[in-house]
T-cell receptor, first 114, second 113 residues
Framework: NAGVTQTPKFQVLKTGQSMTLQCAQD?????MSWYRQDPGMGLRLIHY???????DQGEVPNGYNVSRSTTEDFPLRLLSAAPSQTSVYFC?????????????FGPGTRLTVT | AQSVTQPDIHITVSEGASLELRCNYS??????LFWYVQSPGQGLQLLLK??????LVQGIKGFEAEFKRSQSSFNLRKPSVHWSDAAEYFC???????????FGTGTRLTIIP
């Protein structure tokens, strides 16, 4: 199993550009989520999904869109990038419900918006 | 709402010395607690977790953590650190109601020879 994969590893955008961060998992996990990591702030939840066709907002959703058309993929879209979105983005997955609490993290995407 | 506090932003320890990283949580019920480690430029790796039972839990790489309900703490310990332990460490609490994981702000560990 590859686990959770993320592409690209690094990305530089200009203000106002759009892009999609890709996330895929091959563990058949229902629950997937996106976090951003900023210095001194830990990881903050952006959006999450408990299954295909179901998404919800996390702690810091503004400026980001998500969709979940398949169990495997959970892309994160920036429609109009802003310098405040410069961050490291992590995707994670797990199975929801009793007995399934451990989240598995991807390697991250480092995004710089100039 | 749940929260996690890691009061130490940065800790420096000599190689071979013991280590304790502090974590305090706020959660209305019995917490499920985690410690993750992030090496430079890498993703997060689970070190250990506490769900119930024995309050002293063992993890990978020689780490352990002790859950103390009376102090709302879940401190991470290692008796003798190695240079490869230099990394950032995150404590997290799981919320059953919304299936969300809330992280602390992290503690960066530096190891000196």
């Amino acid at each position: 199993n590859a686990g959770v994969t993320q592409t690209p590893k690094f990305q530089v955008l200009k203000t106002g550009q759009s892009m999609t961060l890709q996330c895929a998992q091959d563990m058949n996990h229902e629950y997937m989520s996106w976090y951003r990591q900023d210095p001194g702030m830990g990881l903050r939840l952006i959006h999450y999904s408990v299954g295909a066709g179901i998404t919800d907002q996390g702690e810091v959703p503004n400026g980001y869109n998500v969709s979940r058309s398949t169990t495997e993929d959970f892309p994160l879209r920036l429609l109009s990038a802003a310098p405040s979105q410069t961050s490291v983005y992590f995707c994670a997955s797990k199975n929801p419900g009793e007995g399934h609490y451990e989240q598995y993290f991807g390697p991250g995407t480092r995004l710089t918006v100039t | 709402a749940q929260s996690v506090t890691q009061p130490d932003i940065h800790i420096t320890v000599s190689e071979g010395a013991s280590l304790e990283l502090r974590c305090n949580y706020s959660y209305g019920a019995t917490p499920y607690l985690f410690w993750y480690v992030q090496s430079p430029g890498q993703g997060l790796q689970l070190l250990l977790k506490y769900f119930s039972g024995d309050t002293l839990v063992q993890g990978i790489k020689g780490f352990e953590a002790e859950f103390k309900r009376s102090q709302s703490s879940f401190n991470l310990r290692k008796p003798s650190v190695h240079w490869s332990d230099a990394a950032e460490y995150f404590c997290a609490v799981f919320n059953f109601g919304n299936e969300k994981l809330t992280f602390g702000t992290g503690t960066r560990l530096t190891i000196i020879p």
